[in-house]
């Protein structure tokens, strides 16, 4: 009886440990991103960051991707904001800066093709971490969503702050109605966190962000196929 021989591959990558103001519902950030022009997504937009982060989904600032960094996450690969930029370097000297760092923006969303009905079922969900196996945010430290309103103004919409009482192997999941008044032909949605700016510091990590009509409050469990580790097993150009 023959045997069926193959080369195991082996995947490693560099990880880069890769902060938002006080009033915590409406913000106004220093950093406005900017999208190419005509360049925008559409429904459903839905983003597990297995191929990384999609520069045809999102404006980036300074997050860093990681397969490693996260603790138990809802799929391969995730989002870490923290005080350094994409390629590592602190954004400040000063060792107890506090301040806006990384971001995270969707390019713009036509939502205006909706249906009432359906800008009514309109939400927004993600799978957030504090942590994870980087330094967890302290209770000073915060991770914000904002949406991008009608008069171009980024209002925040949902908040967590930092604390050593938050659960760092757990990956909670929000789900957030996305209201009619906010909806417009240049949709946007941001991510961003806060915290020292001088190193690899008050880490959040993201997953799973899914945005789509006819949901509802209680949407947290749908079919879904992402993987959740990298393969081991190799065959060629297929895995197990």
Not at 70 to 85: A, E, I, K, Q, Y
Not at 210 to 226: E, G, I, M, V
């Amino acid at each position: 009886m023959a045997l069926l021989g193959w080369n195991e591959t082996v995947l490693a990558q560099v990880i880069e440990f890769g902060p938002i103001d006080r009033n915590p519902w409406i913000h106004h950030s220093t950093y406005q991103p900017q999208a190419k022009e005509n360049t925008t997504a559409t429904l459903p937009f839905w983003d597990d960051f297995s191929k990384g982060i999609q520069a045809s989904k999102w404006i980036t600032k300074g997050v860093s991707y990681t397969e490693t960094i996260g603790n138990r996450p809802p799929s391969l690969g995730t989002v870490v904001f923290n005080g350094v930029d994409s390629e590592g370097s602190p954004y400040s000297v000063q060792a107890k800066d506090q301040g806006e760092a990384d971001f995270l923006t969707s390019l713009p969303i036509d939502l205006t093709l909706s249906s009432s009905s359906s800008q009514q079922s309109t939400y927004l969900s993600f799978f957030w971490q504090a942590g994870g196996k980087a330094e967890a945010p302290d209770s000073n430290d915060l991770f914000i969503l904002q949406i991008l309103d009608p008069q171009g103004t980024w209002i925040t919409i949902w908040q967590k702050q930092g604390g050593s009482e938050l659960d760092r192997t757990r990956f909670f999941q929000e789900i957030i109605q996305i209201k009619p008044e906010w909806q417009h032909a240049s949709f946007q949605f941001r991510f961003f966190s806060s915290g020292r700016r001088s190193g690899p510091f008050d880490a959040w990590l993201l997953d799973y962000v899914y945005l789509n009509t006819r949901r509802n409050a209680t949407d947290l469990s749908y079919p879904d196929r992402a993987l959740t580790q990298v393969s081991t097993l190799r065959l060629g150009e297929f895995g197990a």
